[in-house]
């Protein structure tokens, strides 16, 4: 089947623009995760998903970010006013989710997004 | 939370194991080590996961030490495909987030 897709998968953008990142995860998936990734850094949780309970926010750096996810499938994530430092991949990952702890996670292919 | 600790790099022969270690020394008891790999400008890609006992796959084995504060991720025969940086990770007890190491980068040497 369809694994998880991203969309764009290269954004550039002058600073102080918007920007909006798509990802669809692998349907009948109910938990999704957005992670950043710098230039040779590690994963960098921003944001997690589980069915209709409210997100785990806890990873997002500034409330210039957001995420949403509409009807339990597509995710948004969101990042206002972007900074040059906002600049990095980022990650989306689905997995089944409320199966027991051994689930894994299928990552996408990442958005590249340079703020010029 | 449980934190990882991986070496930042290796270098292994082709077609000799590789073995790369990870440190979980304040891993809890229904925490799972997992382990994932990435390509160079992928998605990271799972590789295998365990609790206390040790597990095989046809990427992979995981040794896990009997107190459970250290793992070992195996490959057996390692290609030059297999050079990536290799995640370590634990998932947190009674949640769903899956903190990322700091990896390490495997190159394999011709």
């Known amino acids: 089947g369809a694994g998880v897709s991203q969309s764009p998968s290269n954004k550039v953008t002058e600073k102080g623009k918007d920007v909006e990142l798509r990802c669809d995860p692998i349907?009948?998936?109910?938990?999704l995760y957005w992670y950043r990734q710098s230039l040779g850094q590690g994963l960098e949780f921003l944001i997690y998903?589980?069915?209709?309970?409210?997100?785990?926010k806890s990873g997002l750096p500034s409330d210039r970010f957001s995420a949403e996810r509409t009807g339990g499938s597509v995710s948004t994530l969101t990042i206002q006013r972007t900074q040059q430092e906002d600049s990095a991949v980022y990650l989306c990952?689905?997995?089944?989710?409320?199966?027991?702890?051994?689930?894994?996670?299928?990552f996408g292919p990442g958005t590249r997004l340079t703020v010029l | 939370d449980a934190k990882t600790t991986q070496p930042p790099s290796m270098d292994c022969a082709e077609g000799r194991a590789a073995n790369l270690p990870c440190n979980h020394s304040?891993?809890?008891?229904?925490?799972?080590v997992y382990w994932y790999r990435q390509i160079h400008s992928q998605g990271p890609q799972y590789i295998i996961h365990?609790?206390?006992n040790n597990e095989t796959n046809e990427m992979a084995s995981l040794i896990i030490t009997e107190d459970r504060k250290s793992s070992t991720l195996i490959l057996p025969h390692a290609t030059l495909r297999d050079t990536a940086v290799y995640y370590c990770?634990?998932?947190?007890?009674?949640?769903?987030?899956?903190?990322f190491g700091t990896g390490t980068s495997l190159t394999v040497i011709p």
């Open positions: 990952a689905s997995f089944r989710g409320g199966q027991g702890f051994s689930d894994t996670q299928y």
């Open positions: 349907s009948g998936h109910t938990a």
């Open positions: 990770i634990v998932r947190v007890k009674g949640g769903n987030q899956f903190y």
């Open positions: 365990g609790l206390k």
């Open positions: 998903f589980q069915g209709n309970s409210a997100p785990d």
């Open positions: 304040t891993i809890s008891g229904n925490e799972y």
